[in-house]
């Protein structure tokens, strides 16, 4: 009886180049950039020089401004819902 092995498909990866192609996309995991996107840019030895993707977070006031206002009129008919029951 002999046994075969099947490759699963599985990469192995040999360079820092190999994990992260210039040009790629990635997710900071450090501080101050947690959470954002960046695209590497070059390898420096056992680095990897990346360009940060910062977004300008939207400015949500007007919006905050319109919930509260339909909250506002959807109370008021609630109550005169009640009131004519």
């Known amino acids: 009886m002999q046994a075969g092995v099947q490759e699963c498909g599985s990469q192995q990866f040999f360079s820092l180049s190999d994990v992260f192609p210039i040009g790629s996309s990635v997710f900071m995991l450090g501080h101050p950039f947690y959470g954002h996107q960046a695209e590497i840019l070059e390898h420096c030895g056992e680095r990897v020089r990346v360009k940060v993707l910062s977004i300008k977070e939207p400015n949500f006031t007007n919006a905050r401004k319109v919930n509260v206002s339909v909250k506002l009129f959807q109370s008021r ?5 009640i009131i004519y029951i």
């Open 77 to 81: 008919l609630c109550y005169i819902n």
